[in-house]
């Protein structure tokens, strides 16, 4: 597990005189009970940023969670694939699983590197996001041969990174959209150029220009309706300090604003070069990043001693950073798109690798997340990720699965000793309080709901709490009254909660 965004705050104290904590961890100069009731509505909540919470004590603390590594989803053995595979594209359309990835391949010499063939898109499908095939869709020559599973080889084709369009006045034959690059080598003006289709096979532009000409787009640069917003919103490399992300928003998705530079909490950590930024699906008004860090600190002991040296030495002969540079994978959150709580612990580490990893390349995350069934066989469903592995080296790359508990990426946690979680004052909606969690045989979890004042809600209090033990995705929290909470529907109130070797991933209110 990665570390802390922080941890022990206050010791014992009675609850009118408990100080208060924001999310960046600075005082505020007011009562906390000034604060206007955040309208939670029935939305699930997630603790990716402190936007809910007040305050924290005893030995409680919001824990980031890395995810599992799984077996080898899809290896690059065709000619047309190669070892930089990098700007993967994974969603769930129906019952069928799309993979969208770029076919490129990379020979390193004393001279430098050179392409062994020119970049295409390629396609694979999986009815069960565990196991993939690749379709063979005979709509592009490669090396004579239409039997290949190339989906587009037009303007894009670096990092062509498409998606399903939700938005409901999408045209049927737009229905699928995507953004990629082209420059002067391409024949076209430099930019960011939109593409449309009606099946997410066939695909054509939408425009012979580019829909987005600022920034430096050398990365998996995309885009997505946002439901909650309604409207289109995109995500870019762009050069603030290093590689850095900005973003955009359009109506049409041919007409954008001038982007902007992200801002982060508590301020941005490294250069970041992908940003897999997507609305989470199951609470769409919280977005959620995976971008790749990018570290470069030469020559060191360390980096003699990361796998395979001599090849290493190889890469950077002639661009050092080629050998020298390693990445892995953060994790970030947002409520409006611009302002993110950036994790500066990672969220995948290369790992304990002897030769496929710690390259410059590796562990870049796919963008999307998708369900798939557990390797344990009476567990739920759980989140599956790909993340590249073996990339730009002289022999196959390929993508490998990573899974993570629903909701699993942060959670309120404490040990046995015990911690306690205040949130902001909330004004709810539903007839029951639904938490996923997680404790140990002997943890425990119980919820205080308190007024505006601080005071306890009768039938609400701790002494009322039923302790909660287990492990669940879905379990509604009970008190001796029973689990029952609409009389306080709609009413300021505030959620105390106490763990106990325990972890809370995240809660909603449902009818």
Same mark, same amino acid.
């Given at each position: 597990?990665?570390?802390?965004?922080?941890?022990t705050?206050f010791?014992?104290?009675p609850a009118?005189?408990?100080?208060?904590?924001?999310a960046a961890g600075?005082?505020?100069?007011?009562?906390i009970?000034?604060?206007e009731?955040?309208?939670?509505?029935?939305?699930l909540?997630?603790?990716?940023?402190?936007?809910?919470?007040?305050?924290?004590?005893g030995?409680a603390?919001?824990?980031l969670h890395s995810?599992?590594?799984r077996?080898i989803?899809?290896?690059?053995?065709?000619?047309?694939?190669?070892?930089?595979?990098n700007?993967?594209?994974?969603?769930?359309d129906?019952?069928v699983?799309r993979?969208?990835?770029?076919?490129?391949?990379?020979?390193?010499?004393k001279?430098?590197?050179?392409?062994?063939?020119?970049e295409?898109?390629c396609?694979?499908?999986?009815?069960?996001?565990?196991?993939w095939?690749k379709p063979?869709?005979?709509?592009?020559?490669?090396?004579g041969s239409?039997d290949n599973?190339?989906?587009?080889?037009?303007?894009?084709h670096?990092?062509?990174?498409?998606f399903?369009?939700?938005n409901?006045?999408?045209?049927?034959?737009a229905r699928?959209k995507?953004?990629?690059y082209a420059d002067?080598k391409?024949?076209k003006?430099a930019?960011?150029?939109?593409?449309?289709?009606?099946?997410?096979?066939?695909?054509?532009?939408?425009?012979?220009?580019p829909?987005?000409?600022?920034?430096m787009f050398?990365?998996q640069?995309?885009?997505?309706?946002d439901?909650?917003?309604?409207?289109y919103r995109?995500?870019?490399?762009?050069?603030?300090k290093?590689? $850095?992300i !900005?973003?955009?928003? =359009?109506? +049409?998705? #041919?007409?954008? *604003?001038?982007p902007?530079f992200?801002?982060y909490? %508590? /301020?941005?950590?490294s250069?970041?070069?992908?940003n897999?930024?997507?609305?989470?699906?199951?609470?769409p008004?919280?977005?959620?990043?995976?971008p790749?860090?990018?570290?470069?600190?030469g020559?060191?002991?360390s980096?003699?001693?990361?796998?395979r040296?001599e090849?290493?030495?190889l890469r950077g002969?002639?661009?050092?950073?080629?050998?020298?540079a390693?990445? $892995?994978? !953060?994790?970030?959150? =947002?409520? +409006?798109? #611009?302002?993110? *709580?950036v994790?500066?612990?990672?969220?995948?580490? %290369? /790992?304990?690798r002897?030769?496929d990893m710690?390259?410059?390349g590796d562990a870049?995350?796919n963008?999307?997340?998708?369900?798939?069934?557990s390797?344990?066989e009476?567990?739920?469903?759980?989140?599956s990720?790909y993340?590249?592995e073996?990339?730009?080296?002289?022999?196959m790359?390929?993508?490998?699965?990573?899974?993570i508990r629903?909701d699993?990426?942060?959670?309120?946690?404490a040990?046995l000793?015990?911690g306690?979680v #205040?949130?902001?004052?909330?004004?709810?909606k539903?007839r029951?309080l639904?938490?996923?969690?997680?404790t140990?045989?002997a943890?425990?979890?119980r919820v205080?709901?308190?007024?505006?004042?601080g005071?306890?809600?009768k039938?609400f209090?701790f002494?009322?709490s039923?302790?909660?033990?287990?492990?669940?995705?879905?379990?509604p929290?009970?008190?001796?009254?029973?689990?029952?909470?609409s009389s306080?529907?709609?009413?300021?109130v505030?959620?105390?909660?106490?763990?106990?070797?325990?972890?809370?991933y995240?809660?909603?209110?449902?009818?």
């Amino acid at each position: 597990m990665a570390g802390t965004m922080f941890g022990t705050m206050f010791g014992t104290m009675p609850a009118s005189s408990r100080p208060l904590l924001i999310a960046a961890g600075l005082p505020l100069a007011v009562s906390i009970y000034a604060a206007e009731p955040i309208d939670i509505r029935s939305r699930l909540e997630l603790f990716a940023d402190s936007h809910l919470i007040e305050s924290v004590q005893g030995d409680a603390r919001r824990q980031l969670h890395s995810p599992i590594p799984r077996e080898i989803s899809i290896k690059m053995d065709k000619p047309w694939e190669g070892n930089a595979v990098n700007y993967v594209t994974v969603l769930r359309d129906g019952d069928v699983y799309r993979m969208y990835y770029r076919g490129a391949d990379v020979v390193y010499s004393k001279e430098g590197y050179t392409d062994s063939h020119r970049e295409v898109t390629c396609y694979a499908e999986s009815n069960d996001g565990i196991h993939w095939t690749k379709p063979m869709l005979r709509m592009f020559d490669f090396n004579g041969s239409k039997d290949n599973n190339i989906v587009w080889d037009g303007i894009g084709h670096h990092n062509f990174t498409p998606f399903r369009d939700e938005n409901p006045a999408a045209a049927p034959t737009a229905r699928y959209k995507a953004i990629g690059y082209a420059d002067k080598k391409d024949g076209k003006p430099a930019g960011l150029y939109a593409l449309q289709s009606p099946d997410g096979i066939h695909w054509s532009l939408m425009s012979q220009e580019p829909v987005i000409t600022k920034g430096m787009f050398d990365s998996q640069n995309l885009a997505f309706w946002d439901s909650v917003r309604g409207e289109y919103r995109e995500y870019h490399r762009g050069a603030l300090k290093g590689r $850095d992300i !900005m973003t955009g928003t =359009s109506k +049409d998705f #041919l007409h954008w *604003t001038e982007p902007v530079f992200l801002s982060y909490s %508590p /301020g941005r950590v490294s250069e970041l070069y992908t940003n897999e930024i997507i609305p989470y699906y199951r609470a769409p008004h919280i977005f959620l990043g995976f971008p790749t860090r990018y570290i470069d600190k030469g020559w060191t002991k360390s980096a003699e001693a990361l796998p395979r040296p001599e090849y290493r030495r190889l890469r950077g002969a002639k661009s050092r950073r080629e050998g020298t540079a390693v990445t $892995d994978g !953060m994790f970030m959150a =947002s409520r +409006d798109g #611009l302002e993110f *709580t950036v994790w500066p612990e990672s969220f995948i580490r %290369p /790992g304990l690798r002897k030769t496929d990893m710690w390259f410059y390349g590796d562990a870049y995350q796919n963008w999307g997340l998708v369900e798939t069934k557990s390797h344990i066989e009476d567990a739920p469903d759980e989140i599956s990720m790909y993340v590249t592995e073996n990339t730009m080296q002289e022999r196959m790359a390929y993508m490998r699965r990573y899974s993570i508990r629903v909701d699993g990426f942060v959670s309120l946690t404490a040990p046995l000793s015990g911690g306690e979680v #205040l949130t902001k004052p909330i004004r709810f909606k539903g007839r029951q309080l639904m938490v996923n969690y997680s404790t140990s045989a002997a943890g425990t979890i119980r919820v205080q709901i308190e007024d505006a004042s601080g005071h306890a809600m009768k039938g609400f209090s701790f002494t009322d709490s039923e302790e909660l033990y287990g492990d669940s995705l879905r379990q509604p929290m009970e008190w001796k009254g029973g689990s029952d909470v609409s009389s306080l529907a709609g009413q300021p109130v505030r959620l105390r909660i106490e763990l106990r070797d325990a972890d809370l991933y995240s809660f909603q209110f449902v009818e």
